[in-house]
Each structure stands twice: as C-alpha cells, then as structure tokens.
C-alpha cells in the first residue's frame, strides 16, 4: 500500500512540475546591446558575401560601393547599439569588424577556385576572387599557410 501512495505522490508532483510556468526575466540591455552587435556583424558577413557572389555570377568587377554600402550599415547599427547604452563593452566595432573581415577572407579563400597557394619558397601566389589578394599566414618566419584576403 505505501508502494501505491509513493507512486501516486510521485505523479502528482511530476505533473505539478510539468504545469509549472517557466518564468524568464526581461531582456537586460546588455543581452540587447549585444544581440543587436551580433545582428549588425552577421548582416554585414552577409551583406559582403552577397556582393562577391553577384560579381562572380556576373562574372564582372566587384562593386566597391556595394561593399562600402555594407560598411555603412554596419557603422550605423553599431553605433545605434552603443547609443541606447548598457552594453557590457563599448567602442569595440573595430574589433568586431576585423573578425567580420577574416572570416570573409576565409569563406571566400575556401569557396575560390583555384586558391592561392605556395608558388615558391616562402612565398604565396595564385588567384583569388575579385577584391581579394592571396597572402601568406606565418609562423615563427615560416610560411605554414596561403589564403585570399579581404584588401
């Protein structure tokens, strides 16, 4: 009988907790400031990548004001981020840009056909899409790497 009632308490609570209401707090504007930085660098991967894969399929010059629209967009909604204030770390779009950028020359390196590679001792050559260059990554004086990078 106590098995039974021990079965029984156990259900009851299991089916409280289940119809128990999650409770989350507001969004602090931390958490927004730093949503809305991650929003303005994802548009702005987007947005470039956007450019390249027009140039490429039009098989045409890359537009530089498409890239520098894209830029500008970033800027603005950066700064709009900072402006509304309780961002945890501030003036820091520089930084966020230069991950943006690197890992644009990684996509792009990666997705170009043929990629630089080493051509000589030491040094990188090669083709790279449109508004890129081919460049070495060194290590300790070596070059361990080539990659199209994002001029």
């Given at each position: 009988m106590l098995a039974v009632y021990r079965v029984i308490i156990t259900g009851v609570l299991a089916a409280a907790l289940v119809t128990v209401p999650s409770v989350r707090a507001e969004t602090t504007l931390a958490e927004k400031c730093?949503?809305?930085?991650?929003?303005?660098?994802?548009?702005?991967?987007?947005?470039?990548?956007?450019c390249y894969a027009k140039a490429a399929k039009q098989d045409a010059a890359l537009d530089i004001e498409c890239l520098d629209k894209a830029e500008e967009q970033f800027n603005e909604a950066f700064a709009k981020a900072e402006a509304v204030?309780?961002?945890v770390t501030t003036n820091n779009a520089a930084s966020v840009e230069n991950g943006v950028d690197t890992f644009l020359s990684y996509l792009l390196s990666a997705t170009s056909s043929p990629p630089c590679s080493m051509q000589f001792f030491n040094l990188c050559g090669g083709s790279c899409?449109?508004?890129?260059?081919?460049?070495?990554?060194?290590?300790g004086g070596f070059l361990i790497a080539c990659q199209c990078e994002v001029f």
């Open positions: 730093a949503q809305a930085k991650q929003k303005a660098a994802a548009k702005k991967l987007s947005s470039k990548l956007k204030g309780g961002c899409p449109l508004g890129t260059t081919c460049r070495g990554l060194y290590s």
